[in-house]
C-alpha cells in the first residue's frame, strides 16, 4: 500500500506531498522548554520511529495554498450541486465560531460554566422546532446521516416499547438518497422501495398495498429529490398513518421549505434537518456538519441526548432561566460524544439570527425562483423530464437525441471548463443521465445566466463537436482520473510499512 | 441582514422568464391549507448587533482561554500554531464540498491522502480512512467491521469498562436494532476478567490506549489472547500519546481509532472533532467511509481519487454496512496541517512535556496529607487522584482561584466516587500546577 513514486525524479507531479519536502532535522514548530523536573519514561513503553514530516512553517503555509488553489468552492464559483445546497456561507459566522469563549470551552465544563453555550443550544433548539413544526429537537446528530438514524431508531423503539414488535419495515420510494436504505439497514429494518408515477410522485396504488401492520414506518424526502413537492403528501401521510406507521422526513431540501410549509403541521411525525445546507454551515470539503432531528409529541421522548433544558426549579424571578442538559424519557441514547458539533450550532444560530422569520421565508422563496429560472431557460434545449414548477432544484436530462455517445458525465465535465462546479450527477437513479441542478437563494441573476448560456453552449458542442466533451475537462489542474487503477491498485498512504508490521502479522493471524 | 442579492428588476425579469407573475405562484402544490404559516423567529439583526449578542453568550462561559484547565477525559486543551486555523480559514478549503469530481477537487484529496497517512503511521497500521464524526462513532463502526470479518456468526464484543463512558454508549445507540451483544464494562473488570469473556463467539474486545483513567495498560497482553479466540483487537488511543507510546500496530492491534481532537483541534463545547479509523491492510474493504488512493490522470500525472466506492451508501442503498457519507474533512484537515507544522520533534516534544508536567503535578498532589493518587500503572497526561471532599466541592473551590479541576469520575463509575480525573498538558505552566496545589490543600485543610 505504499507509494513507490519518487517526485524528485518525476515531473509529473502538481504539488509534491508534504512528506516528499520532509528533511531531517528541520523544525517547524517550537514549544517552550519543560518548567518541572524530568520524569522517568520506562523504555519499554516508548516507540522507536515517529514518521510525520518535517518542515518549516513557510513550507507548510505553500504546501496547503497551493492544495487549496486546486479546489473548487462556493468563494470561487457558482456550485449547483444539486441536493447539497451550496449557498454562501457567511464569514461573520467563521468569526463567531471562534470567539475564544466558544472555542475553549470544554465540554465536560460544569453546567454553571457553560450558561452561554447552553442558552444558545436551547434557543437554537427552539427555533428548528418552530421552522419545522415540530415540538422537540436534538442537536446531537453530526450529519444527517446520523439524523436519520436517529429518526429510525426512533420509530423503532416507539414500536418496541408498545409491544409491537412486528412493524420491522420501512417503505422508501426509489428516488431516495442511499442514506435512507443504508439507514434502515443499520437500525436492523428492512427497506421496501416504492415507485414512483409518471409524474414523479409516489405511487399511491403501490403506497396502499405496501401498507399493512408490519409497516414502521416510511421515510420521504420533500420536496422530493426530483425537486418536486410531492403532489399527495396529505394522502401519503395518511396512508401510512391508518396503517400504525409512523412519518419521517429527510430535511435535505428544507431549502425550499423556510416559512412556506411546517413539516409538523403535515403530519410528519420526525425529521432531520442538514445545518451545513440549509443554515449556511460550511460543508468543509465533506464535513463537518450537523443532522439535527426535530419530533412532535409523540417522538420526542424518544430523541437522542442529551439536549438543553430549562431547569426550571434553578428559576428565580429576576434571575436568568439555569440551563442543563437532560437525557429525553424513553432517549434511544447517545448519538454522538458530548453535545454535536457545537461550532457548527453557533453558526447556524448567526444564520437564524441574521435572518430572522420573515428572512427566512425570503431565503426559500428566492431559492425556488433561482431554480424556476434556470429551468424556464434551459426547457428547450435539455429534456426535463418532470416539466412543471419545481422546488429549490430540478433535474434534466443529459444527453442529446442523435448523439448518443455523449452523457451527462461529459457535460458535467466539460462545465468545468467554463469554469463552474457540475451539478450532482447520475441522481436521483430513476431518471437516466440525470443532471441535479440546485442554484441555491445567494446568486443573482447575472450568474445564473452565465450559467445558463454555458449550458446552451455545450447543448450545441455535443452535437458539432462531441469530442470536446467526451475529453473534458480540459482546463483544470488534473483531467480525467484512472478510477479503475485507484482500486485495483489500492495506494491509501505514502509511508512504508515498518519491519514490524510482518513480525506481528506472522503471529497468530486474527478473524479465522 | 441578508445575503440574497435580487433586486425587484431582476425578480420581475426572472418571474415572466418563468411565465408567472408572482413567487408564490410557484409553491401551488404545496396544501393550500398549510401554505405561509407564520414564523414566530425575531427580526433581523445586524451583523454588529449579532456579534454584540454572540459575544454575550461566549463571555459567559468559563473556558481555557481565561481559566487554567486541569480536565481532560477525552477532550484536551493543547497548543495549536497559528497556521493551523489560517489554511483552515481559506474559502478553498471550507466553502468546497465532498470531492466526488476529482478534476475540481485535489487539494481536499491529497490533503485526506496525507491525513491518511499520518494515521497509519502514527498508529501503526497499514491504512486509514478519511475520518469519521468522532471517536465514539470510530468505535461504533469498528464493531460492524469486527462482525463482518467475523462473518456474522461472532456476536459477542467485550468492552473494557476503561473506555470513553460516552464512546461505549454511542456503540451501543448504534447497535441497538442488532443482535450483538455488549460486554465486559457493567462494573469492575480487570484484564484477565475481561480475557476471561472472550470465547470463539466473540468478534472483538476493545479496550482504550492510556485508557479513560490515563493508564497504560498491556496492550500485547489483550492482543494474544484476542487473536487466539479469533477476534479482533481494536484500540481506542490517543493520538497524542502516540507520539512517545509504542503504537498499537506495533501491539498487535487489529483496528485502532480513536478521537483526532488532540491535534490542533479546538475544545469548541465538544464538537467538531474528528474520529480517526485504521487498520490492517486485510479490513480495508470492509470499513465504512471515504477513502481516498492515488492514481494518475489520463496524462499520468500523479491524483488522487476516492476510492473503493462501492462500499458506500450511495451505490449499495440498503446492503451498504453503514449510512455515512461525509467525513470531517475540515477537522481531517486540521489534524494534517497541525501534525505537518508540528512534525516528528514538535510533536514527540508537545508529548514529552504532557507526560512531565502530568507526573510533576501527580508527585505534587500525592504528597498532601488527604490526597492519593493511583501510581501503581504507568500513565501519560491524566491520572486518578482520591479525595477528602466530594469533586464537586473542590472543583467550586478551584474555580475561585482560576482554575477548571479535573473530572467527577463518581458520574460514570460508582466505585470512584471522590475519585478525579486530572489532565495536564503542555499548556499548563508550572506555576499553574503548583496553584492548584495549594487550593487541593487549602480544601484538605479546612
Known amino acids: ?512 | 441582514m441578508s445575503y440574497i442579492p435580487h433586486t425587484e428588476v431582476e425578480r420581475q425579469q426572472m418571474l415572466s422568464a418563468i411565465g408567472v407573475t408572482s413567487i408564490e405562484d410557484l409553491f401551488d402544490a404545496v396544501p393550500a391549507a398549510y401554505r405561509f404559516p407564520a414564523l414566530d423567529i425575531p427580526k433581523a439583526l445586524s451583523e454588529m448587533e449579532l456579534m454584540a449578542e454572540l459575544q454575550a453568550f461566549a463571555e459567559a462561559n468559563e473556558h481555557a482561554g481565561d481559566y487554567a484547565i486541569f480536565r481532560g477525559a477525552g477532550a484536551y486543551h493543547h497548543y495549536t500554531p497559528s497556521v493551523v486555523n489560517h489554511m483552515l480559514l481559506r474559502g478553498e478549503f471550507y466553502t468546497a464540498y465532498t470531492p466526488y469530481q476529482p478534476e475540481l477537487s485535489q487539494g481536499t484529496l491529497q490533503a485526506i491522502f496525507e491525513y491518511q497517512s499520518m494515521i497509519s503511521t502514527l498508529t501503526g497500521m497499514d491504512a486509514a480512512n478519511a475520518s469519521h464524526y468522532d471517536g465514539g462513532t470510530s468505535l461504533a463502526e469498528a464493531v460492524t467491521v469486527a462482525v463482518e470479518v467475523g462473518r456474522h456468526k461472532r456476536h459477542k464484543i467485550v468492552l473494557s469498562p476503561y473506555i470513553h463512558p460516552q464512546y461505549r454508549a454511542v456503540t451501543r445507540t448504534y447497535h441497538q436494532g442488532t443482535e450483538y451483544r455488549f460486554v465486559g464494562d457493567e462494573g469492575i473488570a480487570s484484564a484477565d476478567d475481561l480475557i476471561a469473556m472472550l470465547d470463539d463467539n466473540t468478534a472483538m474486545l476493545a479496550v482504550q490506549y492510556p485508557n479513560f483513567l490515563g493508564q497504560i495498560e498491556d496492550i500485547r497482553k489483550y492482543a494474544e489472547a484476542a487473536h487466539s479466540v479469533g477476534a479482533l483487537l481494536v484500540v481506542v488511543a490517543n493520538p497524542m500519546a502516540l507520539a512517545m507510546l509504542k503504537s498499537p500496530g506495533e501491539l498487535g492491534a487489529d483496528v485502532v481509532v480513536g478521537e483526532g481532537q488532540p491535534l490542533g483541534i479546538p475544545l469548541s463545547y465538544g464538537g467538531p472533532y474528528v474520529g480517526y479509523f485504521a487498520c490492517r491492510s486485510e479490513y480495508v474493504r470492509r470499513i465504512a467511509g471515504r477513502i481516498v488512493g492515488e492514481t494518475v490522470d489520463q496524462a499520468g500525472r500523479r491524483a488522487y481519487v476516492m476510492t473503493l466506492r462501492p462500499r458506500e451508501q450511495d451505490i449499495k442503498r440498503e446492503k451498504a454496512t453503514s449510512n455515512i457519507c461525509t467525513n470531517q474533512g475540515l477537522m481531517a484537515l486540521a489534524a494534517t496541517v497541525y501534525l505537518s507544522v508540528m512534525g516528528k520533534n514538535g510533536l514527540k516534544k508537545a508529548a514529552e512535556l504532557c507526560y512531565h508536567k502530568a507526573h510533576y503535578a501527580a508527585q505534587r498532589i500525592a504528597e498532601i496529607p488527604g490526597y492519593t493518587v493511583d501510581m501503581t500503572r504507568p500513565f501519560f497526561h491524566e491520572f486518578v487522584v482520591k479525595c477528602p471532599r466530594p469533586v464537586k466541592e473542590i472543583n467550586e473551590k478551584l474555580i475561585v482561584s482560576g482554575i477548571i479541576g479535573g473530572y467527577d469520575l463518581g458520574q460514570d463509575y460508582l466505585w470512584l466516587n471522590d475519585h478525579m480525573l486530572v489532565c495536564v498538558t503542555e499548556t499548563n505552566r508550572k506555576d499553574e500546577i503548583d496553584t492548584l496545589v495549594e487550593v487541593l490543600k487549602e480544601v484538605a485543610a479546612s
Not at chain 1, 414500536?159 to 436492523?188: F, Q, W, Y
Request: charged content about 20%; aromatic content about 6%.
Open chain 1, 1 to 512: 500500500m505504499t507509494n513507490n513514486a519518487d517526485p524528485k525524479h518525476n515531473n509529473k507531479v502538481l504539488e509534491p506531498l508534504i512528506y516528499d519536502i520532509s528533511v531531517e532535522g528541520r523544525v517547524g514548530a517550537t514549544l517552550p522548554d519543560c518548567d518541572v523536573p524530568l520524569a522517568d519514561i520506562p523504555a519499554e513503553l516508548v516507540r522507536a520511529e515517529l514518521d510525520l514530516p518535517e518542515v518549516s512553517e513557510l513550507q507548510v503555509v505553500r504546501h496547503f495554498v497551493n492544495l487549496s488553489q486546486m479546489n473548487y468552492s462556493i468563494d470561487k464559483g457558482f456550485y449547483p450541486l444539486g441536493s447539497c445546497t451550496m449557498k454562501y456561507n457567511p464569514k461573520v459566522n467563521e468569526d463567531a465560531a471562534r470567539l475564544p469563549g466558544f472555542a475553549h470551552l470544554h465540554p465536560l465544563t460544569d453546567e454553571e460554566g457553560s450558561q452561554g453555550a447552553l442558552a444558545l443550544m436551547h434557543q437554537l433548539q427552539l427555533w428548528l422546532a418552530e421552522i419545522s413544526g415540530f415540538t422537540g429537537v436534538s442537536l446531537q446528530p453530526a450529519a444527517g446521516a446520523q439524523g436519520e438514524l436517529a429518526g429510525i431508531l426512533m420509530i423503532r423503539k416507539y414500536h418496541v416499547e408498545r409491544g409491537d414488535t412486528k412493524r420491522t419495515k420501512i417503505l422508501v420510494p426509489n428516488s431516495a438518497h442511499g442514506t435512507n436504505p443504508a439507514t434502515c439497514t443499520m437500525a436492523g429494518l428492512t427497506v421496501i422501495e416504492l415507485p414512483s408515477d409518471k409524474d414523479g410522485n409516489v405511487d399511491l396504488d403501490a403506497l396502499r398495498a405496501a401498507c399493512d401492520d408490519t409497516v414502521a414506518g416510511m421515510m420521504i424526502t420533500v420536496p422530493s429529490t426530483l425537486g418536486l413537492f410531492e403532489a399527495h403528501i396529505l394522502d401519503v401521510i395518511k396512508a401510512v398513518h391508518d396503517c400504525g406507521g409512523l412519518m419521517y422526513m429527510d430535511g435535505a431540501n428544507m431549502n425550499s421549505q423556510l416559512g412556506i410549509v411546517k413539516p409538523g403541521q403535515l403530519g410528519f411525525d420526525v425529521m432531520h434537518y442538514n445545518l451545513h445546507k440549509t443554515f449556511s454551515t460550511p460543508h468543509g470539503g465533506g464535513g463537518p456538519g450537523c443532522g439535527a432531528v426535530a419530533a412532535n409529541d409523540k417522538l420526542k421522548a424518544y430523541l437522542p441526548g442529551p439536549i438543553v433544558v430549562i431547569n426550571h426549579d434553578a428559576d428565580e424571578e429576576d434571575d436568568a432561566p439555569l440551563y442543563s442538559l437532560e437525557m429525553p424519557e424513553k432517549s434511544i441514547g447517545r448519538l454522538k460524544v458530548f453535545h454535536g458539533n457545537f461550532g457548527m450550532h453557533v453558526r447556524a444560530y448567526a444564520y437564524i439570527r441574521t435572518y430572522g422569520g420573515e428572512g427566512l421565508r425570503e431565503v426559500s422563496r428566492h431559492a425556488v425562483l433561482n431554480a424556476n429560472y434556470i429551468r424556464a431557460r434551459l426547457s428547450d434545449v435539455y429534456h426535463i423530464p418532470y416539466n412543471r414548477a419545481c422546488g429549490h432544484e430540478f433535474v434534466l436530462e443529459g444527453h442529446f437525441e442523435g448523439v448518443e455517445d455523449v452523457h451527462a458525465l461529459d457535460i458535467s465535465k466539460r462545465l468545468m471548463d467554463y469554469g463552474y462546479h457540475p451539478p450532482t450527477n447520475y441522481f436521483p437513479l430513476i431518471v437516466p443521465e440525470a443532471l441535479l441542478i440546485e442554484p441555491t437563494e445567494t446568486e443573482d441573476k447575472a450568474t445564473l445566466d452565465g450559467f445558463i448560456d454555458t449550458m446552451r453552449a455545450i447543448a450545441q458542442e455535443a452535437k458539432e463537436s462531441p469530442e470536446l466533451l467526451k475529453n473534458a475537462p480540459h482546463t483544470t489542474p488534473v483531467s480525467r482520473l484512472d478510477e479503475v487503477r485507484a482500486a485495483r491498485q489500492l495506494v491509501l498512504c505514502c509511508r512504508p510499512i515498518p519491519d514490524w508490521v510482518e513480525q506481528v502479522k506472522s503471529g497468530t493471524p486474527a478473524g479465522n
